[in-house]
């Protein structure tokens, strides 16, 4: 606010002569912290050919009206504000640009909206004078409001799912708030197990539209459409084509809710501004029956397209997104497993994508497996004398034992060796080498070829005696009483990590892993669970082994970094900086992955981890004082880089 004795009438008289002097007597004259204006011709209004940026010491918010009442000077047409720096995150804050938007727009854009945080300073300038309650509140008294608003509804968690769809259409930054400051309570709402519902229900309950579909009539037609996403700075795609969600399989374009609850934790744990993130459903149809009879199904009427015609349209799409945003990372998700290993060998090499289910899977499982090891205080290079039997040969169960693959050979192992560590069932039991001709080439290089084929799960163990126990099956009780006993018989700690989502889904639950084991199993879920308490007294607290400790980590330090790829070498890189968050005391609750309460710390590590790594091997074109922060270090690059949910500065240039 500027006080009108700061600007005499004489000082008006000259300054409308002299506007430098003018804005350097203001400089003089202003307390405060500083605001970078842009000023206009102070007479005629157009655009002064001498301009020029004045570092005022202003108020932090310095009002258009206030300023021009003041000095009578024209308009202020930009603003640029930095934050006062008594808060200990406080740092700079690119403002909102609202121009040409009344207080109306403001309020109904979910990037701009504060609800009734905006402040009186906000209200006069922003014309949003009349359209608010009274009442000021921050962020926190916001947060604290909804939070209190959605624990009214603890046994219904659709319903709390929908009230936080409802708050993120109208404000994001709130959302994202709520997401951040109670990651625990509301990661199993907006993703796993939750999400699965909520996909199911998702034509009946849709709301408003949110990212971009693409059916086959859009052929010839994407690069064109691709330029209706209004943000160019969008940093991250996920997409899905809906042919295999979760464990729920073929959801047609009812799928969309999962690529729009990945980038919801892209957002809150990751650090991705939601601005720069964008969902996509490739709508080529469905075979779920159901869907096609549902008169509410939103989606592509049609059978699914296939063939040729598939892969057509998949490729105009991918070159649709990186013509419109060449440095994206475009993550697959939930793809069938007969689409998801083609899609990610044809483009991985040349674009920056990566499958989460692929990929992601089996790195966050690495980060376990390496902290199941810690655990019992063994060294990583342990991995390479683990027996392995994965149960659930789909393009999760693969990709997770190539990661151990991979692990395994870093230890010293060769790969034919490292190959014999594995058994892979499928639901006609173990694999072998006798199936050749109905084998995918990567499990034809799993298949074994000393043991039977189709021998079952209890059998598998008596003979192999694993160390390791994965369930990715999707299917209830494949992991039987009988193998875990077999398995606590012959190995000390068995591992068991029951994979599969959602929670009626899980292989086997923790609290059957431990009663079975008599205690000694170290187990991680898919899911989240409640911590068990065992026959002695003591309770164990099982990890939730979930993609969200991996993923958006990677997504962050790629986008950062601007690498060229995703190398399997830097997923390796990435679980092991997550394996090393875990601290002594989540240990010594059996725990092999750290609390979701710090969640955002397991994303820096991985962000950086992606990031050195990619430096290493000379495929980042970004590096950390590119954008004029010198001698900076990666891990201060991605601290400043990281988003946190706050309200921005907002001005506006419309004049009513």
């Known amino acids: 606010e500027v006080s009108p004795r ?10 409308r002569q002299k506007p430098r002097e003018a804005w350097e007597y203001l400089a003089r004259c202003l307390p405060g912290s500083h605001s970078l204006l842009r000023l206009r011709n102070l007479s005629t209004g157009r655009q002064d050919p001498r301009r020029f940026a004045v570092l005022l010491p202003a108020a932090p918010m310095l009002c258009r009206g206030s300023l021009r009442r003041a000095t009578r000077f024209g308009r202020l047409t930009f603003h640029r504000a930095y934050g006062d720096g008594t808060d200990a995150r406080a740092r700079f804050l690119k403002p909102l640009d609202a121009r040409h938007s009344d207080g109306w727009d403001i309020l109904n854009n979910p990037l701009w909206n504060k609800g009734t945080a905006f402040t009186w300073a906000e209200r006069e300038r922003l014309g949003l004078r009349g ?17 209190t608003q959605l624990s009214a509804m603890d046994d219904q968690p659709l319903m709390q799912n929908l009230m936080l769809q409802d708050l993120q259409a109208r404000n994001e930054t709130l959302y994202h708030r709520v997401l951040v400051d109670h990651v625990e309570k509301m990661a199993p709402l907006v993703y796993t197990p939750t999400v699965g519902a909520a996909c199911q229900h998702f034509s009946s309950r849709y709301q408003r539209s949110r990212g971009m579909f693409f059916t086959p009539e859009d052929a010839g037609e994407m690069g064109v459409m691709m330029r209706n996403w209004p943000r160019s700075e969008t940093q991250v795609v996920v997409v899905t084509d809906g042919s295999r969600i979760l464990g729920l399989g073929d959801l047609g374009a009812n799928g969309m809710g999962i690529p729009i609850g990945k980038l919801a934790l892209y957002c809150a ?16 149809g469905t075979n779920n029956e159901s869907l096609l009879r549902d008169p509410l199904y939103r989606g592509y009427r049609q059978p699914r397209v296939t063939g040729d015609r598939y892969y057509a349209l998949v490729d105009e799409f991918v070159r649709a997104v990186f013509s419109r945003f060449p440095n994206v990372l475009l993550q697959w998700e939930d793809f069938s497993s007969d689409k998801a290993s083609n899609l990610l060998a044809k483009y991985r090499e040349n674009y920056l994508c990566f499958n ?7 790195a966050t499982v690495l980060a376990g497996v390496l902290g199941a090891l810690r655990l019992q205080r063994r060294p990583p290079e342990d991995i390479r004398s683990l027996r392995v039997a994965v149960v659930g040969a789909g393009s999760a169960g693969i990709g997770v034992a190539q990661a151990l693959h991979m692990a395994m050979q870093q230890a010293g192992l060769s790969a034919k060796a490292a190959y014999s560590n594995f058994y892979i069932l499928d639901q006609d039991g173990l694999q072998s080498k006798a199936r050749f001709s109905s084998l995918t080439e990567e499990q034809m290089a799993f298949a074994r070829a000393d043991l039977p084929d189709g021998m079952a799960l209890e ?14 099956s999707g299917k209830r009780g494949t992991i039987s009483e009988a193998a875990i006993r077999k398995m606590a018989a012959a190995v000390e700690r068995p591992i068991v990590m029951p994979l599969s989502n959602p929670t009626s889904s899980c292989e086997i639950t923790p609290e059957e892993a431990y009663e079975w084991s008599d205690g000694r199993a170290i187990v991680a879920t898919g899911s989240p669970f409640e911590p068990v308490a065992l026959a002695d007294g003591s309770i164990k607290t099982p990890s939730q082994c979930n993609n969200m400790y991996i993923f958006p980590g990677i997504g962050l330090g790629a986008s950062i970094c601007q690498s060229e790829t995703i190398p399997d070498s830097m997923l390796y890189e990435s679980a092991v900086a997550l394996s090393r968050v875990t601290d002594e005391e989540e240990m010594a609750r059996g725990s092999v992955f750290p609390s979701i309460s710090k969640i955002r710390q397991c994303s820096h590590a991985v962000a950086v981890a992606c990031i050195r790594h990619a430096h290493d091997l000379g495929i980042a074109k970004a590096s950390p004082g590119c954008d004029h922060n010198r001698g900076e270090t990666y891990e201060q690059w991605v601290t400043r880089k990281m988003y946190y949910p706050e309200y921005a500065p907002i001005y506006t240039s419309h004049t009513r």
């Open 6 to 15: 700061l600007a005499p009438a004489s000082r008006v008289d000259s300054a």
């Open 131 to 147: 359209l608010l309650p009274a009442q000021v509140r921050t962020i926190e008294e916001q947060v604290s409001n909804f939070v």
């Open 269 to 284: 744990v990751g650090g991705i501004a939601p601005h720069r993130v964008l969902p996509v459903m490739l709508d080529f």
């Open 356 to 362: 989460d289910d692929i990929q992601g899977t089996g």
């Open 459 to 472: 059998e598998v163990v008596e003979q192999a005696k694993p160390h390791l126990v994965l369930g990715l």
